[in-house]
């Protein structure tokens, strides 16, 4: 009877076993992830390369005096307009002009014995090497007249060229030397810009070709046409310096003004773009998130031009495709994915 109640009993358990395994709920399934997408398709593609430059004065220069000295006087104003040969500074020449007076004295007696001698040599009262003494010392002292007078020249700082000064850099009285910078100089009565050119696009321009540059707080494009390049490359940068003339003469320019040069290198016919935002950068390569059949793959492609906000696939990828851009980080190698946006659809 006990072994009867007690087989009724492991029945009943054994049925609630199975019963609660029976209820129990699967475990949830994984919803797929929302993502952004882009549908692959072939566009016209242009090339744009984007070079730094800068504004180059026709002439500019920092004007320095030749000797050292004491500044007596400063013959401008800052920013003034001057003219080719103005003198901008006088040193202080008090020693050469002494010596000069001087000079002119002897010169003036040498002069006189020169005239008298040479009376004397036609009257045959002297020799000849007498009368040529008497005219090399009149010789040798009005060339050193030149000479100090060269000298004296070189008291007065002059304009090297036709330009706008700046902002001057001493005072009156200054003691100043050959390095010494007193003002700088700048003629913009034209106006060039230059650019390092990267080896690689060195074929893609001309003399005499129009480009496009931009400048900060000017809205439109300027035009430019390629004047001349540097007969070599840099060695460390492997560019090749261009100067190009800046055609638009209603803007102001400055000396040393930051632009932008903008060249349209070549325009193909069709191109697979995708947003700039799609690209993985690896170590060894570049990868895109493709979805293949409901599941996110990543495939390793080949980049070509870039523009502002895409890229171009050369390689890994078919017209057609969808590329995911959004959630990347979230993405899993054959994890499922939902697109709830497709970007470029129409």
Request: glycine share 4%.
């Given at each position: 009877?006990?072994?009867s109640?007690?087989?009724?009993?492991?029945?009943?358990?054994?049925?609630?076993?199975k019963?609660?395994?029976?209820?129990?709920?699967?475990?949830?399934?994984?919803?797929?992830?929302?993502?952004?997408?882009w549908?692959?398709?072939?566009e016209?593609i242009?090339?744009q390369?984007?070079l730094p430059?800068?504004?180059?004065?026709?002439?500019?220069?920092?004007?320095?005096?030749?000797?050292?000295?004491?500044?007596?006087?400063?013959?401008?104003?800052?920013?003034q307009?001057?003219?080719?040969?103005?003198?901008?500074?006088?040193?202080?020449?008090?020693?050469?002009?002494a010596?000069?007076?001087?000079?002119?004295?002897?010169?003036?007696?040498l002069?006189?014995?020169?005239k008298?001698q040479?009376?004397?040599?036609?009257?045959?009262?002297?020799?000849?090497?007498?009368y040529?003494?008497?005219?090399?010392?009149?010789?040798?002292?009005?060339?050193?007249?030149?000479?100090?007078?060269?000298?004296?020249?070189?008291h007065?700082?002059?304009?090297?060229?036709?330009?706008?000064?700046g902002?001057?850099?001493?005072?009156?009285g200054?003691?100043?030397?050959?390095?010494t910078?007193?003002?700088g100089?700048?003629?913009?009565?034209?106006?060039?810009?230059?650019?390092?050119?990267?080896?690689?696009y060195?074929?893609?321009i001309?003399?005499g070709?129009?480009?496009d540059?931009?400048?900060?707080g000017?809205?439109?494009?300027?035009?430019?046409?390629?004047l001349?390049?540097?007969?070599?490359?840099?060695p460390?940068?492997?560019?090749?310096?261009?100067?190009?003339?800046?055609?638009?003469?209603?803007?102001?320019?400055?000396?040393?003004l930051?632009?932008?040069?903008?060249?349209?290198?070549?325009?193909?016919?069709?191109?697979?773009?995708?947003?700039?935002q799609?690209?993985?950068?690896?170590?060894?390569?570049?990868?895109l998130?493709?979805?293949?059949?409901?599941?996110?793959?990543?495939?390793?492609?080949?980049?070509?031009?870039?523009?502002?906000?895409?890229?171009e696939?050369?390689?890994g990828?078919t017209e057609?495709?969808?590329?995911?851009?959004?959630?990347?980080?979230?993405?899993?190698?054959?994890?499922?994915?939902?697109?709830i946006?497709?970007l470029n659809?129409?």
């Open positions: 009877m006990r072994a109640a007690l087989l009724f009993i492991i029945c009943i358990v054994v049925i609630s076993c019963k609660t395994e029976s209820t129990a709920p699967n475990p949830p399934q994984k919803k797929p992830m929302g993502v952004e997408a549908l692959v398709t072939s016209a242009e090339e390369l984007r430059a800068s504004i180059v004065a026709n002439e500019f220069t920092e004007i320095k005096p030749e000797l050292n000295g004491k500044i007596l006087q400063i013959n401008f104003k800052d920013g307009a001057v003219s080719k040969g103005q003198w901008l500074f006088k040193l202080n020449d008090a020693d050469p002009q010596r000069i007076s001087k000079l002119r004295i002897q010169k003036e007696i002069l006189n014995t020169e008298r040479k009376e004397l040599l036609q009257l045959q009262a002297i020799g000849q090497q007498e040529d003494l008497a005219l090399l010392q009149l010789r040798n002292a009005e060339a050193d007249i030149k000479i100090l007078e060269t000298e004296i020249e070189k007065l700082v002059r304009a090297p060229f036709s330009g706008t000064l902002i001057r850099q001493i005072s009156p200054a003691v100043v030397a050959p390095s910078v007193l003002v100089i700048t003629d913009l009565s034209s106006v060039k810009i230059q650019f390092p050119l990267p080896e690689k060195i074929s893609t001309s003399k070709d129009l480009i540059c931009k400048i900060n000017i809205n439109h494009p300027l035009k430019a046409k390629i001349s390049s540097e007969s070599s490359l840099d460390n940068t492997r560019a090749l310096m261009v100067s190009a003339q800046m055609i638009d003469k209603s803007v102001k320019f400055y000396h040393g930051f632009a932008e040069v903008i060249l349209d290198l070549r325009l193909k016919q069709s191109g697979m773009m995708v947003p700039t799609a690209i993985i950068p690896q170590a060894r390569d570049k990868k998130v493709v979805l293949k059949n409901g599941l996110a793959e990543f495939i390793s492609v080949e980049l070509g031009v870039r523009d502002s906000s895409k890229v696939i050369l390689k990828i057609g495709d969808t590329v995911i851009i959004s959630g990347l980080m979230g993405v899993k190698p054959k994890s499922p994915v939902n697109i946006k497709l659809s129409k």
